[in-house]
């Protein structure tokens, strides 16, 4: 073996310009996937964490029944905040914070023309530990202030469509949750844009305290958003928290952000199928290298495998002989190709990469591209494969060879 | 040609007779509307009452209200509960707004909207004048009960017909049938328990609305009603409605 070894080696250097460029059909392909899954995978590391930190919290409470008519956001179907389940959420020490929301529909009207919004009224100090990141999508004025209690902020866009600046004063006007029309005045101190695609347009953030009663809900919420100490338990959590809350009087549902956001799951899937599909052309494409080269190979060596097996190599060492050609080009060239890769994902994650995805209204989303042990696993393997697929029709051809018509060079 | 001739006669009498019926009859409801009208909603009076609405979920509102006209014009002021002190209802001619206490400007809404939630909406309680809003036809007498068909005179009036039972000596309503355009029967108003109140004049002072659709009612009673009582001219104009 170790005599093969060193022939192989040697016949590998004998040709260095075809040597390089296979090596470097193999380099390219190697890169190439390792910075799109870098991309991807940085990309849904993104998603996830502005859902969760943006918009949803890590876990969801809703009233059993809440989501089937999520379009109509019927105020009856609410979550009354009763003291046991205060002290339920206040007593778990895997949560962090819980912030009761309400979302409802109603008219907003700038003294002369109207407009339809989804209301959020939530608790600002509770929100903000919840979804930190939220605040960052203010793009003008100010977040919520203490200091004015019938404060909004407001998707640009909508304020833009009823000329809304910073500092207006708007009426809003809803259904009540017990079917009675009623209204407030309010003020506009910020305008809200986006980073995720997706993102409604008309959406009102205001303070609880002073919807909830303009409502008739006081006490009650149709959501409660939770953010959990440690993130990556939130399965687990979710289903404690189910087995507590869905033997209740009112019974109520657990969600992760996988269940509320269904848009963004359809996305990712997509866009790993996209991915699977670069995987397959790559594939092919490292294949077919270093395969033209072991058939080349074995073509010009007729003569040569003829000599070596007259002088006794058997079949079986002349096949092992090409499969290890092989497998150093292709093990080579992953090398070359994760460590060149590696580095350009390792800077580019430092950095990150600005994305504004289509239909996003402002803040582009910073994507920072990884690398995970999965990822170097799944190339090594994909290296060594396509290294021993490509070679063997070669090896085996070269093998079939009869010595005597080898010899002559036939 | 002698028997021809009292045919014909004979033909021409009853064709006028009928058309002259006909022409009675409508001229007969019509009248006993327009007593009903004036028995119930004078062309100016102030009013005192109470609305009960049972909801879905089992609960239920009571709003003290007070209900004043002047003519064409009708003003809804709510008293109870606290939650609601401030609301205000105005109806000038065919609009009705809406005044909030946490709202600057007045809201235009609309007539078919439930007022509180409950089954009478906004047109039940403020537009008054059946009249107005009407064509009667009587279709035939129940003992000394009058059945009137009423007809919208146009499209702004929110049920396309009524059938009204009316006591044909008093005017006094008995029970109103409400029908959509598509003739689908959707509420019923009972009129019951008769009250002599301030001005004299015997109305009554309990109205049992059912929502036949939602299968869930309302209770609207009249605590009191004075034709002689109202309210300035100016109070039933928009600058002074709103703050």
Same mark, same amino acid.
């Given at each position: 073996?170790?005599?093969?070894?060193?022939?192989?080696?040697?016949?590998? +250097?004998?040709?260095?310009?075809?040597?390089?460029?296979?090596?470097?059909?193999?380099?390219?392909?190697? *890169?190439?996937?390792?910075?799109?899954?870098?991309?991807?995978?940085?990309? %849904? &590391?993104?998603?996830?964490?502005?859902?969760?930190?943006?918009?949803?919290?890590?876990?969801?409470?809703?009233?059993?029944?809440?989501?089937?008519?999520?379009?109509?956001? #019927?105020?009856?179907?609410? *979550? /009354?905040?009763?003291?046991?389940?205060?002290?339920?959420?206040?007593?778990?020490?895997?949560?962090?914070?819980?912030? !009761?929301?309400?979302?409802?529909?109603?008219?907003?009207?700038?003294?002369?023309?109207?407009?339809?919004?989804?209301?959020?009224? *939530?608790? !600002?100090?509770?929100?903000?530990?919840?979804?930190?990141?939220?605040?960052?999508?203010?793009?003008?004025?100010?977040?919520?202030?203490?200091?004015?209690?019938?404060?909004?902020?407001?998707?640009?866009?909508?304020?833009?469509?009823? %000329?809304?600046?910073?500092?207006?004063?708007?009426?809003?006007?809803?259904?009540?949750?017990?079917?009675?029309?009623?209204?407030?005045? +309010?003020?506009?101190?910020?305008?809200?844009?986006?980073?995720? !695609?997706?993102?409604?347009?008309?959406?009102? $953030?205001?303070?609880?305290?002073?919807?909830?009663?303009?409502?008739?809900?006081?006490?009650?919420?149709?959501?409660?958003?939770?953010?959990?100490?440690?993130?990556? %338990?939130?399965?687990?959590?979710?289903?404690?928290?189910?087995?507590?809350?869905?033997?209740?009087?009112?019974? &109520?549902?657990?969600?992760?952000?996988?269940?509320?956001?269904?848009?963004?799951?359809?996305?990712?899937?997509?866009?790993?199928?996209?991915?699977? @599909?670069?995987?397959?052309?790559?594939?092919?494409?490292?294949?077919?290298?270093?395969?033209?080269?072991?058939?080349?190979?074995?073509?010009?060596?007729?003569?040569?495998?003829?000599?070596? =097996?007259?002088?006794?190599?058997?079949?079986?060492?002349?096949? =092992?002989?090409?499969?290890?050609?092989?497998? =150093?080009?292709?093990?080579?060239?992953?090398?070359?190709?994760?460590? $060149?890769?590696?580095?350009?994902?390792?800077?580019?994650?430092?950095?990150? @990469?600005?994305?504004?995805?289509?239909?996003?209204?402002?803040?582009?989303?910073?994507?920072?591209?990884?690398?995970?042990?999965?990822?170097?696993? @799944?190339?090594?393997?994909?290296?060594?494969?396509?290294?021993? *697929?490509?070679?063997?029709?070669?090896?085996?051809?070269?093998?079939?060879?009869?010595?005597?018509?080898?010899?002559?060079?036939? | 040609?002698?028997?021809?001739?009292?045919?014909?006669?004979?033909?021409?009498?009853?064709?006028?007779?009928?058309?002259?019926?006909?022409?009675?009859?409508?001229?007969?409801?019509?009248?006993?509307?327009?007593?009903?009208?004036?028995?119930?909603?004078?062309?100016?009076?102030?009013?005192?009452?109470?609305?009960?609405?049972?909801?879905?979920?089992?609960? %239920?509102?009571?709003?003290?209200?007070?209900?004043?006209?002047?003519?064409?014009?009708?003003?809804?002021?709510?008293?109870?509960?606290?939650?609601?002190?401030?609301?205000?209802?105005?109806?000038?001619?065919?609009?009705?707004?809406?005044?909030?206490?946490?709202?600057?400007? /007045?809201?235009?809404?609309?007539?078919?909207?439930?007022?509180?939630?409950?089954?009478?909406?906004?047109?039940?309680?403020?537009?008054?004048?059946?009249?107005?809003?009407?064509?009667?036809?009587?279709?035939?007498?129940?003992?000394?009960?009058?059945?009137?068909?009423?007809?919208?005179?146009?499209?702004?009036?929110?049920?396309?017909?009524?059938?009204?039972?009316?006591?044909?000596?008093?005017?006094? /309503?008995?029970?109103?049938?409400?029908?959509?355009?598509?003739?689908?029967?959707?509420?019923?108003?009972?009129?019951?328990?008769?009250?002599?109140?301030?001005?004299?004049?015997?109305? #009554?002072?309990?109205?049992?609305?059912?929502?036949?659709?939602?299968?869930?009612?309302?209770?609207?009673?009249?605590?009191?009603?004075?034709?002689?009582?109202?309210? !300035?001219?100016?109070?039933?104009?928009?600058?002074?409605?709103?703050?």
């Amino acid at each position: 073996m170790r005599y093969l070894i060193r022939v192989a080696l040697r016949n590998v +250097f004998r040709n260095r310009k075809r040597t390089a460029i296979t090596l470097a059909a193999v380099f390219v392909g190697i *890169v190439v996937i390792i910075f799109v899954n870098g991309l991807l995978a940085g990309l %849904h &590391l993104s998603f996830n964490d502005q859902l969760t930190k943006g918009v949803l919290g890590d876990l969801q409470l809703q009233r059993q029944g809440y989501r089937d008519s999520a379009e109509s956001a #019927p105020l009856t179907l609410d *979550v /009354p905040l009763d003291d046991s389940l205060r002290a339920m959420l206040d007593g778990n020490d895997e949560i962090e914070a819980w912030s !009761p929301r309400i979302r409802f529909g109603g008219l907003v009207s700038n003294g002369e023309d109207s407009a339809m919004f989804l209301g959020m009224a *939530v608790d !600002p100090e509770k929100e903000r530990v919840v979804t930190p990141k939220a605040l960052e999508n203010v793009v003008e004025g100010t977040w919520l202030r203490d200091d004015v209690p019938n404060g909004v902020v407001m998707s640009e866009q909508l304020a833009h469509s009823l %000329h809304l600046k910073v500092g207006d004063e708007i009426t809003i006007l809803s259904n009540t949750r017990e079917g009675s029309m009623n209204g407030r005045d +309010f003020q506009l101190l910020g305008l809200l844009s986006s980073s995720l !695609p997706n993102a409604p347009g008309r959406l009102i $953030v205001m303070d609880r305290s002073i919807v909830g009663p303009m409502l008739f809900m006081d006490n009650s919420a149709t959501e409660i958003a939770i953010s959990l100490r440690d993130p990556a %338990h939130a399965q687990d959590v979710g289903d404690a928290l189910r087995a507590k809350v869905s033997p209740r009087a009112i019974p &109520l549902s657990v969600y992760g952000w996988k269940d509320l956001s269904p848009f963004f799951v359809d996305i990712m899937q997509m866009q790993d199928m996209v991915f699977g @599909i670069v995987v397959a052309v790559l594939f092919l494409m490292v294949l077919t290298g270093i395969a033209n080269t072991m058939l080349m190979s074995v073509f010009e060596r007729t003569r040569e495998i003829g000599t070596l =097996m007259a002088l006794g190599m058997r079949r079986r060492s002349v096949v =092992m002989l090409f499969l290890l050609e092989a497998l =150093m080009l292709g093990v080579t060239g992953a090398l070359l190709g994760l460590v $060149v890769g590696g580095t350009v994902v390792g800077l580019l994650g430092l950095h990150g @990469i600005p994305f504004a995805a289509p239909g996003t209204s402002g803040a582009a989303l910073t994507v920072y591209p990884v690398i995970s042990t999965t990822t170097v696993l @799944i190339v090594v393997v994909f290296a060594v494969v396509c290294s021993l *697929v490509s070679a063997f029709y070669p090896a085996y051809r070269a093998s079939r060879l009869e010595p005597v018509a080898a010899l002559r060079g036939a | 040609m002698i028997r021809h001739r009292s045919l014909t006669a004979f033909a021409l009498a009853l064709l006028t007779s009928s058309l002259i019926a006909s022409v009675a009859s409508a001229q007969d409801a019509t009248d006993i509307v327009r007593r009903t009208d004036a028995l119930m909603a004078p062309q100016s009076f102030e009013a005192r009452m109470t609305m009960d609405v049972d909801r879905d979920d089992g609960t %239920h509102r009571t709003y003290e209200l007070t209900l004043h006209r002047r003519d064409d014009n009708s003003l809804v002021l709510f008293l109870a509960p606290d939650i609601e002190k401030g609301r205000k209802m105005l109806r000038r001619g065919d609009d009705i707004w809406m005044s909030l206490p946490n709202v600057k400007r /007045p809201v235009r809404v609309s007539a078919r909207q439930s007022l509180m939630g409950g089954d009478f909406n906004n047109a039940d309680v403020l537009r008054l004048s059946l009249v107005k809003d009407y064509t009667a036809h009587l279709d035939k007498l129940e003992g000394s009960t009058a059945v009137i068909t009423l007809n919208a005179r146009d499209r702004g009036v929110t049920y396309a017909r009524v059938v009204a039972r009316i006591d044909v000596a008093t005017g006094i /309503p008995v029970r109103y049938d409400y029908f959509t355009e598509s003739g689908k029967y959707v509420k019923t108003l009972e009129f019951s328990a008769l009250k002599v109140m301030s001005d004299g004049d015997s109305r #009554p002072a309990t109205w049992n609305m059912t929502n036949l659709v939602t299968h869930r009612k309302s209770v609207m009673r009249v605590v009191d009603m004075d034709r002689n009582k109202s309210l !300035p001219d100016a109070d039933y104009t928009l600058g002074r409605f709103s703050r």
